[in-house]
């Protein structure tokens, strides 16, 4: 899953420009020296970022500071202009720095919400910084391709209607947009599914040159000779959607090595197995170097004929290893004369000169590591899967790296590396839940990273101990708010399967035992989770597969999750009665103070009274589809509020037996201010944003719609702000304005 930015001909370009972050004095002061691992000539500017300063513009919200999280892919800049940067994501959009990586704004909001995400590979003119290309798409999205800006990322439009895996299960991190080195105007890509493409004219048109149905990891051109380039293949097996509502399509994809020696016209396969990633040699043209299986190193100095072995010095293994691992390697880059590869936890190895053995980087000090900020001495997610390393061309101990969370600079040949991505917000939020007494404490699950907890209202989150990745859903006790459940994985992993408990308010959690809970061979996922009003030791979940007793259905906990009984009796026994997917929208339970509860599925609504143990349908009709949220008025008793992604809003004010509309279209999400449940936040589609009403649902009022992300949001009150949780950009909070209800109104 890594990538590298640094291709052969951008040295012989120099894209990537000197004084990046530091003053004139700061850079020219420094020495070059050969022995880069002995030299350490301090680690650049002393204050590089601010991060109170927010370039950015979403109208009236303001970003979470987190800081990173997500899978920071590519670092490009250009050589007219050392401030501008620009970075891309797996999931988080396309990211911009107009003052050298102090901060950075998104850059794809003003195309269409969610259609600019998942960037694949990025492409900035080394001659004009506002002329971009971007590869973008994944498995899921109807809106991919490839896309142009002339004006710095201000507007997009798509160039190339293609196939693009910029992220799921089927990503890679290697080129596939690529400029010849002679021909400006002539850029090459490689999506795989459509085969390889080539425009003249800077990317206005397209023309392909066949070689389709093949997954590319990495695709360069030879820098001596533009009309060499080659292409890094694997077999793949993917599916893909061409519309939202389109039927899923498989392909086989080929994999091998490719060499074309005339411009693309025409392609050799020259094996079966192919390295990940390549890199020219910037001493002996001849030379290329390439990574296998991510386990070792070799060089081809026949244009890919024949490959020896480079490894000496790295330590290998024979065995496939995880991404984070120390013996796994995805990213290589070059200097004027050595080349770097990095493995997947932070280490770093230099070969220096080319013809000697690699030698161990030991990284010394790490400023600002975003985890680090939250949790104090934690730096275990430091170099978590390298995504990229680029040298400097102008400065060969100026180095950039990327992993999963962030983006580093190294001003000393990576012997110390300083964080530089304030307002990068690449996170994916799964939940965020408002504190019943507090309205500055807000809790937030995330995926990659679990719980975190602010409490200033959002304004910043910190880390808790004792949480896994991934956490899926939180409970708050309304009469003892110290006492906060999550669902998350048990160790790492995408699907939530353990109750994690606080009595501190959400500082640090322990794990649940869960006796009794089936924990077999299928494949039970536990997303849906509410708690008594009353009593903090009560808790119940709802566990997907069949629903029988030792199977799926609703389980409740008398003892804060140590022991478990089924409590599903009246329930449909059929499959996968709650939702499995950790992307599906939660809230499948509900439970109201005065003991009632609401169980749903996908056309069906289930309730009883506090005193029943059995379940009984409602006869509310429903629209069918899958997203739907059940919530309880948390100050009166037996009321409920149900959301449909194409059904409205409805209300039920006895126990959830029968429902009445309260809004008409479709919802997204939705969310009840537990200290006032006539104050509701329902986020409808991407043109017509968020409504809010403090009326119960008599009159609602348009709140500002310039979020980048518009779709799949988590949404929370917390006093007069409210909260959104976006799948990629973070967490934003908006000031709600008094009397707002009475300036604009809708009716349902």
């Known amino acids: 899953m890594q990538r590298f930015l640094l291709i052969p001909f951008v040295c012989i370009s120099g894209i990537f420009s000197t004084n990046l972050l530091g003053t004139p004095e700061e850079t020219s002061n420094k020495p070059l020296q050969t022995n880069r691992i002995e030299a350490v000539r301090g680690s650049g500017p002393g204050n590089i970022f601010n991060p109170g300063e927010n370039l950015a513009e979403y109208g009236h919200w303001r970003s979470s500071k987190i800081g990173g999280g997500g899978y920071l892919l590519n670092i490009a800049t250009n050589r007219v202009d050392p401030d501008r940067l620009y970075a891309h994501s797996d ?42 290309i971007a590869a973008v798409g994944d498995q899921w999205m109807p809106q991919q391709g490839i896309f142009k800006s002339i004006n710095g990322g201000k507007t997009w439009r798509k160039v190339l209607n293609t196939q693009v895996f910029g992220n799921g299960p089927n990503r890679s991190t290697g080129r596939i947009l690529q400029r010849a080195p002679s021909e400006g105007n002539r850029i090459y890509a490689a999506p795989g599914l459509d085969g390889v493409f080539v425009s003249t004219d800077g990317g206005e048109n397209w023309i392909g040159l066949g070689l389709d149905q093949v997954y590319v990891n990495d695709f360069k051109i030879d820098w001596r ?68 299986d ?137 939940t965020v839940v408002q ?50 459940y999550i669902l998350a994985p048990r160790y790492h992993g995408w699907y939530a399967d353990t109750l994690y408990v606080s009595l501190d308010g959400g500082k640090k959690f322990h794990k649940s035992p869960m006796i009794n809970i089936p924990k077999g061979d299928e494949k039970w996922r536990a997303n849906s989770l509410t708690v008594d009003y009353q009593n903090s030791r009560q ?75 059995d379940w009984e349908r409602s006869p509310v009709r429903l629209s069918g589809r899958k997203f739907m949220q059940v919530l309880s008025a948390p100050d009166q008793d037996g009321v409920f509020l149900l959301a449909e992604e194409y059904g409205g809003l409805q209300r039920s004010t006895d126990n959830g037996k029968t429902w009445t509309k309260i809004f008409e279209r ?67 909070y908006l000031p709600l304005e008094k009397g707002a209800q009475n300036q604009s109104t809708q009716q349902k």
């Open 225 to 292: 000779n533009p009309n060499r380039m080659f292409l890094c293949a694997e077999a793949r097996k993917m599916s893909n959607k061409t519309t939202w509502n389109g039927e899923r399509q498989f392909h086989e994809l080929k994999g091998g090595f490719y060499r074309s020696e005339d411009a693309g016209m025409n392609w050799e396969k020259l094996s079966e197995k192919s390295p990940i990633e390549i890199i020219q040699s910037p001493v002996n043209p001849d030379q290329w170097y390439g990574i296998f």
């Open 666 to 732: 479709g919802i997204h999400s939705v969310t009840v201010d537990q200290n006032d449940s006539q104050r509701i936040a329902i986020a409808l589609d991407e043109a017509d944003g968020i409504l809010v009403t403090e009326n119960g649902g008599t009159n609602w009022y348009a709140v500002d719609n310039h979020l980048p992300q518009r779709q799949r949001l988590k949404m929370a009150f917390a006093g007069d702000r409210l909260i959104v949780g976006t799948p990629g950009n973070g967490v934003f």
């Open 435 to 484: 504190s019943p007494q507090n309205p500055n404490i807000v809790h937030m699950g995330m995926a990659d990273n679990g719980y975190f907890r602010s409490m200033d209202a959002a304004t910043s989150f910190s880390h808790a101990d004792g949480t896994s990745d991934n956490c899926k859903a939180i409970a708050v006790v309304q009469s003892s708010p110290d006492t906060v």
């Open 91 to 132: 999931v988080g959009g396309i990211f911009r720095s107009d003052d050298g990586g102090r901060n950075w704004y998104m850059i794809h909001i003003n195309y269409h919400p969610q259609s600019l995400d998942c960037v694949r590979d990025l492409l900035v003119d080394p001659e004009n910084p506002d002329l971009i």
């Open 294 to 430: 991510g386990l070792r190193v070799a060089v081809t100095e026949d244009f890919g004929e024949n490959w020896g072995d480079a490894s000496e010095g790295l330590p290998t293994s024979e065995k496939k290893q995880s991404p984070t691992s120390g013996l796994s390697y995805r990213s290589i880059g070059s200097g004027p004369d050595f080349l770097i590869v990095a493995n997947g936890n932070g280490g770093f190895f230099i070969k220096d000169p080319i013809d000697s053995p690699w030698r161990e980087i030991k990284s010394d000090r790490i400023q600002g590591d975003w985890f680090a900020r939250t949790q104090p001495n934690q730096w275990d997610k430091f170099g978590r899967a390298t995504a990229s390393i680029v040298v400097d061309p102008s400065n060969p101990d100026h180095w950039f790296f990327s992993d999963y969370y962030a983006i580093y600079q190294s001003w000393n040949a990576g012997k110390t590396w300083t964080l530089t991505i304030d307002g990068i917000e690449n996170t994916v939020i799964h």
């Open 539 to 613: 808790v119940y979940i709802g566990v997907s597969g069949p629903v029988k007793p030792g199977k799926g259905g609703v389980w409740r906990s008398s003892d804060m999750g140590k022991t478990w009984d089924w409590d599903s009796r009246g329930l449909p026994e059929d499959s996968s009665f709650f939702q499995s997917s950790i992307w599906d929208t939660g809230f499948q339970l509900a439970r109201s103070p005065n003991g009632s509860m609401v169980a749903i599925k996908n056309n069906a609504v289930y309730f009883r009274n506090s005193d029943d143990r």
